[in-house]
């Protein structure tokens, strides 16, 4: 891929896909075996998974989609971004890359965009991975994010400063960032243009019935139950400001067989402060349901 970076901690070597949209998704696909999809969130990329790729892919095929807007894949600055959107493209993008069954490993906005999908291809779900996130209607919102979503200063904070995407190398991690990862997390992100996602993703959030997500984060609520009788494994970081202990309860309380581990001390981007125990128990995880060949 021209002009790939050679990033810390990131040996990959993307791919791309072009979309039934027009604009290319770019992928990380290594290893081999059955596969696992790595989700991201808002405003991460597949760089947020490099370490449990290089664990994972020992023994299973993992792929890392950057959501359209994200990471090296396009960023155009006249599509919707819309969360109804990301749910589509990955079902594109998946169907290209001849997925079958798989495990989703989910994290931030990947837990709506991944279960959206889930619910429309139940059998071919394997098993489902939970880290801090939501695929519910939660009309909670931190204020360091709502201030991000005002008229005007939001895209000053968000595409001008880059506030929230260097905000987030500092306040979602509880151990300090070392300056290449941090680096690598703000990689794609320097600039006006390349930032638009990352506001839009913050404008999408649904608080209430007239935003113009609500209805497709409904459907995706509501499409929870179709996949209550498939092992899911939750994995939280305790010091989260955005996804807080209320959400972990929730998913528990959807999910009463899901197996849960709370990290207390750990924070939203949780492979950062939690890599080995949380990078083993998925490992296991994948085990203990007959996914590893």
């Given at each position: 891929m021209p002009g790939h970076p050679h990033?810390?901690?990131y040996p990959f070597e993307p791919?791309?896909?072009?979309?039934?949209?027009?604009h290319r998704m770019s992928y990380v696909d290594e290893g081999r075996g059955n596969p696992v999809v790595l989700l991201h969130g808002n405003p991460s990329w597949s760089y947020l998974y490099r370490n449990l790729?290089?664990?994972?892919?020992?023994?299973?095929?993992?792929?890392?989609?950057?959501h359209l807007g994200c990471g090296l894949s396009d960023k155009p600055q006249d599509y919707p971004y819309r969360l109804a959107d990301h749910i589509d493209n990955l079902e594109d993008f998946l169907e290209q890359m001849a997925v079958g069954g798989c495990v989703l490993v989910m994290h931030d906005w990947g837990g709506a965009i991944g279960m959206g999908w889930a619910a429309r291809?139940?059998?071919?779900?394997?098993g489902l991975v939970v880290m801090n996130t939501a695929a519910f209607r939660s009309r909670l919102l931190p204020r360091r994010i709502a201030v991000c979503r005002l008229p005007v200063l939001g895209a000053f904070l968000v595409r001008g400063l880059n506030l929230f995407a260097r905000g987030a190398t500092v306040m979602?991690?509880?151990?300090?960032?070392?300056?290449?990862?941090?680096?690598?997390?703000?990689?794609?992100?320097?600039?006006?243009?390349?930032?638009?996602?990352?506001?839009?993703?913050?404008?999408?959030?649904?608080?209430?019935?007239?935003?113009?997500s609500w209805p497709t984060l409904l459907r995706v609520e509501e499409g929870l139950g179709t996949l209550a009788g498939k092992p899911m494994l939750i994995?939280?970081?305790?010091r989260d400001f955005c996804f807080t202990e209320a959400f972990y309860h929730e998913w528990?309380?959807?999910?009463?067989?899901?197996e849960g581990h709370y990290f207390a001390q750990a924070g939203h981007y949780l492979l950062e402060d939690e890599l080995n125990e949380v990078g083993g128990r998925i490992n296991r995880f994948l085990k203990t349901i007959g996914w590893t060949a």
């Open positions: 990033l810390f901690q791919g791309s896909r072009l979309l039934g949209n027009g790729i290089s664990l994972l892919s020992r023994s299973h095929r993992c792929i890392a989609p950057d291809h139940v059998e071919k779900i394997a979602a991690v509880r151990k300090k960032m070392a300056p290449g990862v941090r680096s690598g997390f703000l990689f794609p992100y320097d600039s006006w243009a390349s930032r638009i996602a990352l506001h839009r993703f913050v404008q999408d959030i649904p608080l209430n019935e007239g935003h113009p994995c939280w970081g305790g528990r309380q959807r999910y009463p067989d899901a």
